[in-house]
């Protein structure tokens, strides 16, 4: 025994580090503070894009301890300073992530104090932080307190949720999937495609639906195809749309739509995930008319939140079709669901193991409140209007009036397509601010994606001026 208990406490000995003392843990604060204050204040100025690629082997793992100071350094170095900026309000390229300072502030309460949310048993206040702000979510897109909802680490997962709902719902499984039909726009966010993969719905048919001068669905073509699968034999049972399209920023005719799903009997998904949170906007909220009649809606509180990546929404209206998925129990697990209690997060999820995701957002508005969120998503849409203007006046031609704000521009050449793609590449190389493209209609166009927080009057003046450089420098005839 003795034996044992000297094995054990050399054991101690050597795992004792994991847990720092006192005086390390303020050293770590003190040296993370400081990179903090200067990663911040250097963001203005910083690039938003760089080329440049890590050294082979730069961030492998070493057998030897390493300082803090020295790792903070690698990852100033060889993370931060290379590649896309996510945290740059300089990043109009992809839909970007925010990143705010009071969602960082959860995070590490989050991973310090270690509370698991799947199950209401283990951590309620944390759990019915979750219910909360679905609920409050519910109540912004016209849901009714009877549905369900999770938070999940974005789009993608939220999506799948509500798609695998949707496919329990409606029995597509065995022999009746290859004659279930959904019903796609062909600017619908590629997770869409990529989550029918995941849940067994690869041999499912889709049926792309035309799509308007403005990139939206045509309910009228929406119709017609449903009549002509109908009337083949078919089995429609899913029609998908969207409230900000990643391509163009378009939100289709929801109305429209939901009229079209109540009247063939049709599951009506709404992905929202870009666009969503634009209904806090008094000026572009009458655009969302519709989306409360949906089954189900995916918003990404990472997008219009301006939140820090690994956070989306899924609600759902259908309670039981979710469960249908998701609900299993195992033995060791009967102490932890024996009460009555809210829905347990792990039921309407796949993820059994539940990061306690919620509290980047709830701390944020619960510190600020609602009002900065709003003003911010209101000055990126006017922001959008600003960029395009100036674009214009330099010689661009221009998509039609964005949605929100989302848009894309190309400049009139010879071989559009090429010199667009060359004029792309010169502004990748600059880096100042991140742009990037995309293909409509065999058209190579450039998009701008104007939703950081920290996107402001100047950073669309500096980048209006990184595209006039570019353009001389193509010698562009102006």
């Known amino acids: 025994m003795s034996d044992l208990i000297d094995k054990i406490n050399q054991l101690h000995e050597k795992s004792a580090s994991l847990e720092p003392t006192e005086a390390e843990r303020e050293d770590y604060l003190s040296q993370l503070g400081e990179f903090t204050t200067r990663f911040i204040e250097a963001l203005p100025d910083m690039k938003a894009y760089t080329a440049d690629q890590p050294k082979p082997g730069v961030m492998g793992l070493s057998e030897k301890k390493q300082s803090f100071e020295a790792l903070l350094e690698l990852y100033d170095r060889e993370v931060v300073a290379k590649g896309i900026k996510p945290a740059s309000g300089g990043h109009l390229g992809y839909i970007p992530g925010g990143g705010i300072y009071t969602s960082a502030l959860a995070d590490y309460l989050v991973d310090l104090t270690n509370e698991y949310v799947g199950i209401n048993f283990s951590c309620p206040a944390g759990v019915a932080i979750e219910h909360e702000l679905l609920d409050w979510m519910k109540s912004l897109f016209g849901f009714p307190k009877t549905a369900v909802g999770n938070l999940a680490s974005g789009g993608s997962i939220a999506n799948l949720i509500a798609l695998t709902a949707a496919r329990d719902k409606y029995e597509i499984k065995n022999e009746r999937v290859k004659s279930s039909v959904i019903y796609l726009s062909p600017q619908v966010h590629h997770c869409i495609q990529k989550a029918l993969r995941i849940i067994g719905l690869e041999d499912v048919q889709i049926h792309y639906v035309e799509l308007d001068d403005k990139s939206r669905i045509d309910s009228e073509d929406l119709e017609n195809k449903i009549r002509t699968d109908k009337a083949k034999g078919l089995n429609p049972y899913l029609i998908i749309a969207s409230a900000g399209t990643t391509d163009t920023g378009a939100i289709d005719p929801l109305i429209d739509i939901g009229d079209i799903a109540d009247r063939h009997g049709l599951w009506y998904h709404v992905d929202a995930a870009y666009g969503g949170f634009f209904i806090l906007v008094d000026q572009v909220k009458h655009k969302f008319k519709g989306i409360e009649r949906a089954d189900s809606i995916v918003i990404d509180p990472h997008k219009g939140l301006f939140l820090p990546y690994g956070l989306g929404a899924v609600l759902v209206k259908d309670k039981e079709a979710v469960y249908h998925s998701h609900v299993y129990r195992a033995n060791y697990m009967q102490d932890a669901v024996a009460e009555a209690s809210a829905a347990h997060?792990?039921?309407?999820?796949?993820?059994?193991?539940?990061?306690?995701?919620?509290?980047?957002?709830?701390?944020?508005?619960?510190?600020?409140?609602?009002?900065?969120?709003?003003?911010?998503?209101?000055?990126?849409?006017?922001?959008?209007?600003?960029?395009?203007?100036?674009?214009?006046?330099?010689?661009?031609?221009?998509?039609?009036?964005?949605?929100?704000?989302?848009?894309?521009?190309?400049?009139?050449?010879?071989?559009?397509?090429?010199?667009?793609?060359?004029?792309?590449?010169?502004?990748?190389?600059?880096?100042?601010?991140?742009?990037?493209?995309?293909?409509?209609?065999?058209?190579?166009?450039?998009r701008m994606a104007l939703l950081s927080f920290r996107t402001k009057l100047e950073t669309i003046d500096k980048a209006l001026k990184m595209i006039d450089r570019a353009l001389d420098q193509l010698g562009a005839n102006r």
């Open 345 to 446: 997060p792990a039921d309407l999820s796949p993820e059994l193991t539940k990061h306690f995701r919620s509290l980047r957002l709830w701390l944020p508005l619960q510190l600020h409140g609602i009002e900065p969120f709003k003003a911010c998503l209101e000055e990126k849409i006017l922001l959008t209007h600003y960029f395009r203007r100036g674009l214009k006046e330099m010689g661009f031609k221009l998509g039609p009036e964005p949605d929100l704000s989302v848009s894309y521009f190309w400049y009139p050449a010879e071989d559009e397509n090429e010199f667009n793609k060359a004029l792309l590449n010169i502004l990748h190389q600059d880096g100042e601010v991140f742009l990037s493209s995309t293909v409509l209609n065999d058209k190579f166009v450039i």
